[in-house]
């Protein structure tokens, strides 16, 4: 895994996101605190743990003490969204949501003050290699409006089916953060994927 994660560092890739998922909110397992914890020694990437899972309020402190800068939880699986918005932050972290893509941004715009992150999820969560749902980045055009309009000063991500033919049509709605998962490790030249991702090549 730290071999991975050093080609991430070399590939001109900014941020490691790390899937946590439990199994109840997302069908799949994946890792625990640990995995960061032994990872961030690694790298000095920003580190984005990315809460799949039930009850996100019992697991920011873990994350926060092994080295995640960004925490990231599912408005789905939060009853008080706010409070753990403010755990993060209390932690010295920055504070990311994520939705679904059958959760539309209304669902979440009292959130957008407080946040330092929106994640749109263009897939459905839980499976990697899904091809994207186009729709969804409708979400991120609504996201940059309310920015502009001064709603709040967050970044915006996409997650799901990223990849050099559906990397135009993200970077055309305006997101900030692209993150791909199969796509990365699958490509011979990743270097090279990473820039034309960004649009540099």
Known sequence: M???VALIGSSGAEWVHFD????CFVPG????????????????LLFDVHL?????????????QVGADYITFHVEAAIHSHRIV????GKGKKAGISMVPSTPVSFIEPLLPFVDLILVM???PGYGGQPIITECLEKVRDLGRLRK?????????VDGGINESTASS????????????????????KEALVGRLKGLR
Do not use: C, W, Y
């Open 122 to 124: 263009t897939v459905n």
């Open 149 to 157: 309009e001064g709603r709040g000063d967050f970044l915006i991500s």
């Open 86 to 89: 403010q755990a993060i932050h």
């Open 29 to 44: 397992i994946s890792f625990g605190p640990k995995m960061v914890e032994d990872l961030r020694p690694h790298s000095s």
């Open 170 to 189: 993200a970077r055309e709605a305006g997101v900030d953060i692209m993150v791909a998962g199969s796509a990365f490790f699958a490509a011979p030249d």
């Open 20 to 23: 946590v998922m439990d199994g």
């Open 2 to 4: 730290a071999g991975e």
């Open 52 to 64: 799949m899972v039930q009850n996100p309020f019992n697991f920011i402190d873990l994350f926060a």
